[in-house]
Structure formats: structure tokens, C-alpha cells
């Protein structure tokens, strides 16, 4: 049974770093692109990126390219959201995902920036 952890969340002040990690059981991970998705207070899902499962390509949206990036470890069977320059907006609940659609989520870890 396919399941992913996230963890890595917090509270972080404008400007500041996160790293989050998810930890994935119960598939192939290493055949399987990965992607975090997010999901803002009283706002939809948002797609935020995506990298193919050799880590050949990184696919970012445009309000988290140059600030974020992601990775991710095959022999963990984990992927990464390395978050920089945070801002308020990046506020969310933030999960990872086989699909950029964010199917198959897991619980989400939260992240709020604020002063």
C-alpha cells in the first residue's frame, strides 16, 4: 500500500528556511516521478514542483522558481522541498505526491511564515 510522510514543517519568519522532507513505502519509488503540492488556508491545491524519478529534471511553478528546489534520494526512498527566502504567501499546508495533481497525498506537514 502506497503511503507518503511529509515532515519538515514549521513556523519561520520572512526570509527564513525550510527544509521538508517525505518518506514513501509501499511502491517503486525509484521508478516514479515525484511532486509537492500545497494548499493554502481557504484555497484550493496548488501544484508546486515536480522531479522525474532519476532526478533528471526539475519542474517548478513560477511564484517558487529561484526559491525553492527539490530533490530527492532514491536509496531513502525519500524527496526533498528545500524552501529559501520564504514569504507569507508561502503559507500552506505542503504534501508530496506521486501526481502533480497532488492524488494520493500524504497528511501534509504545515508551514507559516510569519513575524
Known amino acids: 500500500q502506497e503511503k507518503l510522510v511529509e515532515s519538515g514543517g514549521g513556523l519561520v519568519q520572512p526570509g527564513g528556511s525550510l527544509r521538508l522532507s517525505c518518506a514513501a513505502s509501499?511502491?517503486?519509488?525509484?521508478?516514479?516521478?515525484m511532486s509537492w503540492v500545497r494548499q493554502a488556508p481557504g484555497k484550493g491545491l496548488e501544484w508546486v514542483s515536480t522531479?522525474?524519478?532519476?532526478?533528471?529534471?526539475?519542474y517548478y511553478a513560477g511564484s517558487v522558481k529561484g526559491r525553492f528546489t527539490i530533490s530527492r534520494d532514491n536509496a531513502k526512498n525519500t524527496v526533498y522541498l528545500q524552501m529559501n527566502n520564504l514569504i507569507p504567501a508561502d503559507t500552506a499546508v505542503y504534501y508530496c505526491?506521486?501526481?502533480?495533481?497532488?492524488?494520493?497525498r500524504g497528511q501534509g506537514t504545515q508551514v507559516t511564515v510569519s513575524s
Open positions: 509501499g511502491f517503486t519509488f525509484s521508478d516514479v516521478p
Open positions: 522531479i522525474a524519478s532519476d532526478s533528471g529534471r526539475e
Open positions: 505526491a506521486t501526481t502533480p495533481d497532488g492524488a494520493g
